[in-house]
């Protein structure tokens, strides 16, 4: 009886024992599998979706660095149609010229934004009517707002106690952010008349002071870190 009592202890500390050497992998396993990505849309009507190559890349990196989050270096780019498109909860679109979904692709970003998707919209000169028509056909009944320089957006990390900073000249106007909310989560984020995409590229490619580009990468990490609070 003893012998069989102690062999059951013994079994329970073995169990044990293996356990404490299985979370560690387990907790590296989930923590490669977790890492934050931003998806790029592809779309049609001519616009050039794939704009400034290097600046997801440098705000991923950017972000992995200085904020609490751990990024994959690269985006991925992805068609509203393909298999994998709710795989992405974080979706980035930009481009100059014209944006074009088709119905079946409405109602796909619809579902997505619906069921937990975050879509930033960056306005790369030349892409707001075409972006606002197409955002109006996801969200027919729910409008652009524009937020507020109080909004968490904007100081959940990093402060811009003026709101979105301004980045390049477009039209001269002032920099803007506008958002969609769905059931009170904010769904969809519009940066406009800044262009934080121009601001995230290597310093070679618009030579932009420092500072412009520190504001724009802060930013863009901000959006980032309330995305993944809603």
């Not at 751990?70 to 944006?99: A, C, Q």
């Not at 056909?137 to 990390?157: D, K, M, Q, T, W």
Request: net charge neutral; proline share 6%; glycine share 6%.
């Amino acid at each position: 009886m003893r012998k069989t009592f102690k062999n059951f202890i013994f079994l329970i500390y073995l169990g044990v024992y293996i356990f404490s050497l299985l979370i560690p992998l387990y907790s590296q396993s989930k923590t490669t599998e977790q890492k934050f990505t931003i998806a790029r849309i592809k779309y049609d009507g001519g616009g050039d979706w794939y704009c400034d190559p290097s600046s997801l890349p440098n705000l991923l990196a950017f972000a992995n660095k200085n904020a609490p989050i751990e990024t994959t270096m690269d985006e991925k780019r992805v068609s509203i149609m393909d298999e994998d498109f709710f795989s992405y909860p974080y979706l980035y679109i930009s481009g100059h010229g014209n944006i074009k979904f088709s119905q079946e692709e409405v109602l796909r970003l619809r579902k997505h934004l619906q069921n937990g998707g975050f879509l930033h919209a960056d306005d790369n000169y030349g892409l707001d009517e075409s972006f606002r028509r197409e955002i109006k056909r996801v969200f027919p009944n729910n409008e652009l707002v524009e937020l507020p320089a109080s909004h968490p957006i904007y100081n959940i990390f990093y402060k811009f106690p003026n709101g979105m900073p301004k980045i390049h000249e477009h039209d001269g106007k002032a920099a803007r952010g506008f958002g969609i909310f769905y059931k009170e989560r904010l769904v969809v984020f519009y940066s406009y008349e800044t262009d934080l995409g121009d601001g995230w590229e290597s310093p070679d490619v618009h030579n932009d002071p420092p500072q412009k580009r520190k504001a724009a990468l802060q930013m863009g990490t901000n959006i980032i870190l309330y995305s993944l609070t809603q």
